[in-house]
């Protein structure tokens, strides 16, 4: 639609647009003077005799000197480009073109405009909007026992799969539910709120037990030891039950106190979280040892509480997995329903069940030959889309359910519409698509049509917001070193390191030739400068004629 005659109006009138134009208008009676200072004193400075003795003192330099020439030339620019390569790699940008666009493009007047400029929310609701948080980090609702699982891989690999960033989140999620102000004067609670904040592993266990020896009741010195010192999944249970039964004597405790004032309040808050995340743990361990049942009755049970703490652990999700699980697929249905709406908030799991259900009516006899003559049916279709919609939301996953792309261990926080979100699902997920005969088939014919429907470059979505262009760092930070993060969209290489690769294999390639031919490689540099010398010396020649030297002194005279 044409921008309307008032909004013309107020960018002529923005003090930045004023003040791009000013420096606009400066630069170019800048460029027009120094010019007109050149050609006026072009007699003085013997600008004519200069570039004469310049063309003749480089027609008779030696090949020596050319090789030398091109051999520097060579090696600054292999320089830069090795510079300009390592710079990319690590920050996915150029450093030449930051430079220009932060510290150049300032001076020149070229400011991007929508640095000074508020943003204008759009007045039509399918519009993507810009204050739409982008990389949010989530706790993982799947995240595993660090003792019982991290820690067993760090034994067997010598790998450390979980990041120095991603477990200081974690510290901070537990000092944010786990502690209160309550605590103060209880030497227990007071060890596990420097436990909480232990680098060490080691460090935190041993606060945990000392807890332990001042209350044998100390629900949070109970869930810590079931997180990070219990070995296998069986010990981290039986040390969750034991918290289990503490974590709900102190929370019926706090009930009956906490209107008493502000301490009391944030007592009970702790003692509901410390409940709430012991059960959610109970039910994990449940779901690892095939109590299937148990699971989802304690997965259900949660999903029915109103506390802040459920909408950092998204326990939907663990409810959907585990019936996935059980294979019963009505209830699946069921909680998609209540979970996938346009209102909530939406995640790799919620999109990619979706997909698998509707996949798994058409998957078993799906025929990408037999569409492609007939058409799709309208289940086909529905299939289709809502794979499409899936990828679009993150396109990461069907490289890792498609088994193209190694996995590593899921982190405990993850970025959505990320790699490491992709990786916490097709962890827990992969078997669950490999079960539905057909299903991952379907995934692999259809997946890439995705990226059809999707406007490049990415200024707008299709379905959802653009995608993020935050998501490569922050998944570096989440996952390990020794995992390949996955990058979207696929970033082309800058301008600069491909001018630089020019470069250096040109001016490689002149010294080869200079050195092995050094005559004919000769002979052809001087008649090059002879040839580019010629046009300006006639250029020179005319305006010398049409405006000579001496002009303003005639005139001067008269």
Request: aromatic share 10%; with cysteine.
């Amino acid at each position: 639609m044409a921008d309307s005659p008032l909004s013309s109006i107020k960018e002529t009138k923005n003090p930045v647009y004023i003040v791009r134009k000013f420096w606009i208008y400066l630069w170019a009676f800048w460029i027009v003077l120094v010019l007109f200072l050149l050609y006026y004193l072009r007699g003085p400075l013997k600008i004519l005799e200069t570039l004469t003795m310049a063309t003749m003192f480089l027609s008779t330099l030696t090949p020596k000197f050319y090789v030398a020439l091109t051999g520097t030339s060579s090696l600054i620019s292999g320089l830069i480009l090795i510079f300009e390569w390592w710079y990319f790699r690590k920050y996915g940008t150029s450093f030449i073109e930051q430079v220009s666009l932060n510290h150049l493009s300032p001076w020149l007047g070229g400011g991007d405009a929508t640095s000074s400029e508020p943003s204008t929310p759009s007045t039509n609701n399918n519009t993507p909007q810009s204050s739409v948080p982008e990389c949010k980090v989530w706790r993982n609702p799947l995240n595993l026992l660090r003792g019982g699982e991290y820690q067993r891989f760090t034994s067997s690999t010598g790998k450390d799969p979980l990041t120095y960033y991603d477990m200081n989140l974690s510290a901070q999620d537990h000092q944010t539910y786990f502690t209160c102000e309550a605590d103060a004067g209880k030497q227990d609670y007071e060890i596990m709120a420097t436990a909480w904040r232990e680098r060490n592993p080691a460090a935190r266990v041993s606060a945990a037990k000392e807890a332990l020896i001042l209350n044998p009741e100390c629900a949070p010195a109970l869930l810590l030891l079931a997180e990070e010192d219990a070995s296998t999944v069986s010990e981290a249970e039986q040390l969750l039950k034991q918290a289990l039964k503490a974590a709900e004597a102190s929370y019926r405790k706090s009930q009956q106190n906490q209107h008493q004032g502000s301490l009391a309040e944030g007592l009970h808050r702790r003692d509901t979280n410390v409940l709430i995340c012991v059960k959610r743990r109970l039910a994990m361990c449940a779901r690892k040892l095939g109590k299937l049942k148990e699971a989802v009755k304690m997965f259900r049970d949660l999903t029915k509480e109103v506390t802040p703490i459920l909408s950092m652990l998204n326990i939907h999700e663990n409810l959907l997995e585990a019936l996935l699980e059980m294979q019963a697929y009505a209830d699946v249905q069921a909680v998609l329903a209540r979970y996938d709406d346009i209102t909530l908030p939406k995640s790799a799991t919620i999109c990619y069940t979706a997909a698998l259900l509707k996949a798994r009516a058409v998957a078993e006899k799906f025929s990408p030959d037999l569409a492609s003559k007939r058409g799709l049916t309208p289940s086909e279709m529905s299939a289709v889309e809502a794979i499409h919609r899936a990828v679009e939301f993150n396109p990461h996953v069907p490289k890792y359910l498609l088994e193209t792309k190694p996995l590593c261990l899921p982190p405990e926080h993850i970025l959505k519409r990320g790699d490491s979100e992709a990786v916490a699902y097709a962890f827990f997920h992969l078997s669950h698509w490999k079960r539905v005969e057909g299903a991952l088939h379907l995934l692999h014919c259809t997946w890439e049509g995705t990226f059809r429907m999707i406007p490049y470059p990415l200024e707008k979505g299709h379905l959802f917001y653009p995608y993020p262009s935050c998501t490569e760092c922050a998944d570096r930070e989440l996952l390990p070193a020794f995992h390949e993060v996955s990058v979207y969209p696929k970033k082309e290489l800058p301008f600069f390191i491909l001018f630089t690769a020019g470069l250096c294999s040109f001016t490689a390639l002149l010294a080869l030739l200079t050195h092995h031919y050094p005559e004919p490689m000769g002979y052809i540099a001087r008649t090059v400068i002879n040839g580019v010398s010629l046009p300006l010396l006639y250029i020179l020649g005319k305006l010398e004629a049409f405006c000579p030297s001496s002009l303003l002194q005639h005139l001067s005279r008269v």
